[in-house]
């Protein structure tokens, strides 16, 4: 039973962080003999934490499910075929995202872009993902009959365009 409260980004960061953890672990036993002390010390530590991380990634985990189920929800809701939604660090589609109204949406896999107005001065999450099921419907097919996108459809984050302030690029992983 836990005795905290944690944040979906607190959630996110530990993830982070474990997953640099695992990192270091793997480089560390690449670069040292086994026999190694200092090798053998870092992995006594590492393996001390497995109830930690095994708790932190059900709390992650529990997080994530939660956000999928809630973008399955707005994806059937709003009749998105094209695009899935990918980012986890959220609280809910419904909150106020980074991007101001105005902003224009491009991506990598297409020339062309769309506005994303918002409501009341605001721009949601859901904002942003209706905006890149409009670019993935005005994107053309490509020679090998997929769509511009081809299998990048994972909404993974929106970056400002170092061109202009008011472009995002959305990443598509796939």
């Known amino acids: 039973m836990r005795n905290f409260t944690i944040t979906d980004k607190q959630i996110c960061s530990i993830h982070n962080a474990m997953c640099q953890m695992h990192l270091l672990n793997d480089t560390l036993n690449d670069m040292f003999k086994p026999d190694s002390v200092l090798l053998q010390r870092f992995n006594d530590a590492f393996n001390k934490l497995k ?14 499910d939660r956000i ?21 660090d959220i609280d809910f589609l419904i909150n106020t995202s980074n991007v101001p109204p105005g902003s224009k949406i491009v991506s990598e896999y297409s020339d062309v872009s769309v506005t994303v107005e918002g409501y009341d001065g605001n721009v949601t999450w859901l904002d942003l993902w209706i905006a890149v099921e409009e670019l993935a419907n005005k994107t053309v097919w490509d020679e090998s009959g997929r769509i511009g996108f081809g299998d990048h459809v994972f909404i993974e984050k929106f970056v400002p365009s170092g061109k202009n302030n008011n472009t995002y690029t959305v990443w598509l992983g796939s």
């Open 68 to 88: 999928r189920e809630q973008a399955a929800a707005y994806a059937k809701k709003f009749g998105f075929s094209r695009t899935i939604w990918s980012i986890y």
């Open 51 to 64: 109830p930690v991380r095994d708790e932190l990634m059900k709390l992650k985990d529990d997080h994530d």
